[in-house]
């Protein structure tokens, strides 16, 4: 075999991306493996108005991806589609005939990745999916290979690039969470339907993914505790500054005797840790191993060159792999390692609690929630309120000491029913650092 | 093959901390690798002393490695002795017996690796050498996989974690660096002969293995250019943040057309980056690809167990590899890109420059150095001085612009020669973030 053939399906931001890389850097790229690493088809709906990159004139452009996964010719399928039914179809059809897969798609395989691995593995070929998580970073490749002799005990990451991106603006400028939304879909941050992104879909899919090559954890992402950002406003911003502290969408998950606790929440971290320092599209990940201790990895979350590199990289692995006649077969969905595939309930973890309150300002308010903390056994911190004039609708906030998140869901839940609050009171965990 | 059997060599810090996670983290890691990863022997000149982790019971203890190379049983050697005498015969030897080898000896691998690598991809056995930099940062395994479809263009690094602790104690708590070393070598932190550390041996050894992964570049260490930080004091970190700086060992390496310059010097890094966030003992490597721009990696630069993760990690990469029938001999050496082995002339570089003065104060001393500087075309960009008594010994610092550093090592060396010289001029380039 003097080259590796490989078919793009897929030719959006990072299908052009990939084809960029293995054109521009393509002598790189051979002189790394001590072969060819060849692009052979195309494939896109819109295949007919795409321009490719110098060199790929006469490859094969189609617009049926049944083209790529019949060709003969081919070795490698880099499904680079997204969703999760033409995919999946694809991927397993390549499967099928003997062909290994480089997909970038979390969602697909957050949700089917154990079956597709195990199909993947039955059949002998390789499946690399590093770009699917926190596109510039190479986290698959450290927790599959660089640390996989330590114990991963936490993980804290900021894994959905647009809503860093809205809330490191919300920070920066004092903007409501409307208004840079709005701005940042005119900017194409964020789509149109924004909803994967600020509700934490999208971060959840990859923290599923990061659970299973962490932990050996299959776990249905929707078992995952999920929270957004919407509520998240400028003044939020202001009172975790003054508590020495930001806000970020943290994915978190922490390994206990018990089983895991996974979450994807807006959260406040201190400003002292190198995870605060996470600002706009990027992304970042800190790993407290048993033995290593904390690793910290940070780059672009997304973008076609940076999710690119990603798939080159995971096709050049899978390349070699192929030329060597030995597929290695590393499910990270392989090895079960825990009692259960479930998550914990995340109201059994102890956390510090940031409350924010706005409310129609009388007397007795502080009384009447304290009371209610004292009956849920929860022990008030602090109590603070930066200078404001609006008595019909006065924030304030309230920090709890660590404690059970049942029993602040409970007060929470039944603060939010007395008649001063002018709407629920938002709770946001306040993360240890690791 | 039911399991892969390995012999450890050198029973020392990082020795034990590998016994130590083989041992208690064998469970997991049986289930990701699917087969038994054992220990079956160990050697150390003072094996009859040494206290084996549970399970170790019944394995071969020897005080002569050829006991371990020599056992027909024994699949990977793991070289943990360090040094490039013994160290180097071993290997050999287990290559010539037809044994895998895990090492993390970085100066032999500085010095010799490219000739262990053939020898090795000759013999269809598997070598690993991700303990051999930065312990606890996996920054072979991103190199070698993660991004390996990037073009590195630039990388910084924090590699030698004596340094940086001793760094970070000046900048700390203003003692000078005679009084930090001396407390650091009395916890254990630096050796007796603490050279290697802070003259920047260790580090420039670690830049020459990144240079190799990074830019597929056979670098001889001492082609490197290499300063230490003996000269660095209390009263530099004052000028340091005075000018939104902060000062490390700097481990720098740049591609550019006519070839990469590498260098180990101490540095003034902005405060604002997050490398100049790493403290204490830790390590960080900052790395720009072409088309990945920007990615970090930070962890434990040293200590038994980071780096025991390291050297475990490369073990069940092997075993997997050997038990896959099919050796992924992937040399950082192998592929030779760069026209040219030797890094460029620094002096050919451009930076802007910390220059700081101790003088006998008396009229005319600007005047004289910013004529020097004229003359050599270097423009001065600031000349600070902060409050003192002592006009015998006065410390002042120029900042100049971007220009040749050859420009400024000659006005340096002219500057020297003033009478008005207490000591010569302390000149630090100025790096600019990636």
């Known amino acids: 075999m003097q080259q590796v053939n490989v078919g793009i399906v897929g030719l959006g931001n990072v299908g052009m991306g990939t084809l960029t890389i293995l054109a521009e850097n393509a002598a790189e790229i051979s002189a790394k493996l001590g072969f060819q690493l060849q692009v052979t088809a195309v494939c896109s709906r819109s295949v007919a108005e795409k321009t490719l990159p110098p060199g790929l004139e006469t490859v094969l452009r189609t617009a049926d991806w049944h083209d790529v996964v019949n060709d003969p010719n081919i070795h490698i399928v880099a499904e680079l589609v997204g969703g999760t039914s033409i995919a999946k ?3 397993d059809a390549a499967i099928a005939a003997g062909k290994s897969v480089v997909t970038a798609n979390k969602e697909l ?43 991963v005990v936490a993980l804290q990451g900021i894994l959905n690039g647009t809503s860093n991106y809205i809330l490191t603006e919300i920070e920066k400028h004092g ?21 994967a992104d600020i509700d934490g879909y999208d971060a959840r899919s990859k923290l599923a993914i990061l659970a299973a090559l962490a932990f050996g954890l299959q776990v249905v992402p929707s078992d995952i505790h ?42 406040l971290i201190a400003q002292s840790t190198i995870l605060a320092s996470v600002q706009g599209a990027y992304n970042a990940i800190w790993v407290r191993g048993q033995y290593g201790q904390d690793t910290f990895y940070y780059g672009r ?70 009371s209610i903390l004292a009956e849920k056994h929860v022990s008030l911190d602090a109590v603070l309120q930066l200078p404001t004039e609006d008595k019909h609708n006065l924030p304030f906030v309230i920090t709890i000491e660590p404690c059970e998140e049942k029993a602040v869901a409970e007060a ?23």
């Not at 009172?239 to 502290?245: D, E, I, P, S, T």
């Not at 929470?412 to 690791?434: H, I, S, Y």
């Open 412 to 434: 929470v839940a039944k603060m939010a029913t007395l008649d001063f609050m002018v709407e629920p009171p938002l709770a946001l965990p306040m993360e240890r650092p690791l």
């Open 301 to 370: 979350g997304a973008g076609p060159n940076p999710t690119g590199v990603a798939v080159v990289s995971d096709l050049m692995r899978v390349a070699r792999e192929i030329r060597s006649g030995s597929p290695q077969r590393v499910s990270p969905f392989a090895h079960e390692r825990l009692a259960t595939n479930r998550p914990l309930p995340i109201e059994l973890q102890k956390s510090a609690y940031y409350l924010r309150f706005r409310v129609q300002d009388r007397p007795g308010i502080i009384a009447a929630l304290a």
């Open 89 to 91: 179809e694809m991927i």
């Open 226 to 267: 999920t929270e957004g950002i919407r509520r998240i406003g400028p003044i939020d911003f202001q009172y975790a500054h003054r508590l020495g502290h930001t806000i970020r969408l943290v994915c978190a998950a922490r390994r206990t005797q018990d089983g895991v606790f996974l979450s994807v929440r807006p959260a």
């Open 109 to 151: 395989m957050a949700l089917q990745g154990p079956g597709i691995w195990d199909r993947a593995i039955a059949s002998g070929i390789n499946l690399a999916m590093e770009a699917s998580v926190a596109g510039g970073i190479p986290i698959h490749a450290v927790l599959r290979e660089g640390i996989s002799g330590d114990r």
């Open 175 to 195: 903007t409501d969470f409307a208004v840079v939304l709005a701005e940042a879909q005119r900017l194409g941050y964020a789509e149109a339907d924004p909803s």
